[in-house]
């Protein structure tokens, strides 16, 4: 009872403070509290600064502000903070446990040693040496690290709870945090790839933009857009991708002798720039990925021992898909901690390539909206019953000229029988 905060008689607020000297003050806490609670407080520095000077709204509309520090340092510092404290849980459920688990493992390798030494070398190779300095995998960074595999669901698997409390805080861990990093993750990649490329993303939605007039803008001479004006439309766009889907949604809805209506017009209009700008952020999202794939897995050969250039490539691209099968992991141990070098910067590095594949994934979705969206709209069905509105629209004004062209011509034959008379 004596490791226990609820056997100290004091109050609640000297409880917490006590909790957090324990966590924080002692020498093995100080490399964790510079590793992810400093660097997280630093990058909200200018956030903070924001809000005390009261020009929030100012932040919200200017460009680095929007994606930058809303888009990028808020949700990475949600992040690495909720990493973190899911990490001092998960060392506090598993520490105990997995101590008594290296005592007896140790045991049972003197004995092994002692009752057949020949084999004992190759024991050492497959179970470890029990003598070895550094075993722990439940310290803070280990834990930090676990939780950080479990909400971006990698879930390496090299180590796992044992405990009956750290299962359960492992699962309702992984219902909030998921969803964290889901939302998170999709707004990062998309503020990174707009707030570093903003330039050339305006300038290709300028390009399309001009090339796709508003709809009072084309209809020069009050008719409507014909078929010409939107193919030639279409062609200085230059679409990469689509092209096909939005010259087939022209031919399916128009006529050589027709024109476009307003409504759709403006649908084909919207989309088409829609498409132009999620193309040039997929390209610029791949680019940022190739070299992120190239730098890791160079990084990774060179950290691991007796790594091929092949793994180098097969561990990136199994990590930042999150399939994490587990066989190869990044080298992250040093003479205190087999997870220390997990710290901020690694964390960063591995959620810039999560967020860019989501980024990927957003774009390409957006893209296939839309596509899908101009493929339901030339559809027959679809096609057949603009035509047959259209159709009865026209017949329902015939029908009211010729109606009142025969009230006319009723009221000058009434009007010629009264002179007459």
């Known amino acids: 009872?004596?490791?226990?905060?609820?056997?100290?008689?004091?109050?609640?607020?000297?409880?917490?403070?006590?909790?957090?000297?324990?966590?924080?003050?002692p020498e093995e806490r100080l490399g964790a509290f510079l590793t992810y609670i400093l660097p997280a407080l630093l990058y909200q520095i200018p956030t903070l600064v924001v809000l005390l000077s009261g020009n929030w709204k100012r932040l919200e509309g200017s460009h680095c502000g929007r994606h930058f520090v809303l888009g990028v340092a808020l949700p990475g510092t949600l992040q690495l903070l909720i990493i973190f404290l899911g990490g001092l849980v998960m060392e506090a459920f598993e520490m105990e446990a997995e101590e008594n688990a290296h005592k007896e493992f140790?045991?049972?390798?003197?004995?092994?040693?002692?009752?057949?030494?020949?084999?004992?070398?190759?024991?050492v190779n497959k179970l470890g040496d029990p003598d070895a300095p550094v075993w722990r995998n439940w310290d803070i960074y280990g834990s930090t690290f676990y939780c950080f595999t479990l909400m971006t669901t990698i879930g390496y698997g090299t180590f796992a709870p044992v405990t009956t409390g750290g299962k359960l805080f492992s699962a309702c861990f992984a219902l909030i945090a998921i969803p964290v990093a889901a939302w998170t993750y999709g707004?990062?990649?998309?503020?990174?790839?707009?707030?570093l490329f903003y330039p050339l993303i305006q300038l290709r939605v300028k390009v399309v933009s001009k090339s796709w007039p508003t709809y009072?803008?084309?209809?020069?001479?009050?008719?409507?857009v014909s078929k010409q004006e939107a193919l030639l439309a279409l062609h200085k766009s230059r679409l990469w991708i689509g092209k096909v889907t939005v010259l087939e949604y022209i031919c399916a809805t128009v006529d050589d002798d027709q024109h476009l209506s307003v409504e759709e017009y403006c649908n084909m209009r919207s989309r088409v720039i829609d498409i132009c700008q999620e193309t040039i952020e997929v390209l610029t999202s791949l680019l940022l990925m190739l070299v992120l794939?190239?730098?890791?897995?160079?990084?990774?050969?060179?950290?691991?021992?007796?790594?091929a250039p092949e793994d180098g490539f097969y561990f990136t691209i199994i990590t930042l898909t999150t399939i994490g099968l587990g066989d190869k992991t990044w080298d992250k141990s040093s003479d205190k901690s087999l997870h220390e070098h997990f710290d901020w910067i690694t964390f960063l590095f591995y959620s810039c390539g999560l967020a860019l594949v989501a980024s990927v994934l957003q774009n390409f979705s957006v893209i296939?909206?839309?596509?899908?969206?101009?493929?339901?709209?030339?559809?027959?069905?679809?096609f057949q019953a603009r035509r047959s509105q259209a159709d009865s629209d026209?017949?329902?004004?015939h029908a009211t000229i010729e109606d009142r062209m025969q009230e006319t011509h009723d009221d000058e034959q009434a009007g010629s029988q009264d002179v007459s008379l």
């Open 106 to 123: 140790v045991a049972w390798m003197r004995h092994a040693n002692q009752t057949a030494p020949s084999l004992y070398p190759d024991l």
């Open 187 to 195: 707004s990062l990649g998309r503020c990174v790839v707009r707030g």
């Open 1 to 25: 009872c004596s490791n226990s905060l609820a056997c100290i008689p004091i109050s609640p607020l000297r409880r917490i403070s006590f909790a957090l000297e324990i966590m924080l003050l």
């Open 216 to 224: 009072d803008e084309a209809d020069e001479d009050g008719k409507g």
């Open 293 to 307: 794939v190239i730098v890791t897995s160079i990084l990774y050969v060179m950290r691991t021992p007796d790594a």
């Open 368 to 382: 296939a909206k839309n596509l899908w969206g101009l493929r339901l709209a030339r559809s027959p069905e679809g």
């Open 394 to 397: 026209k017949a329902q004004a």
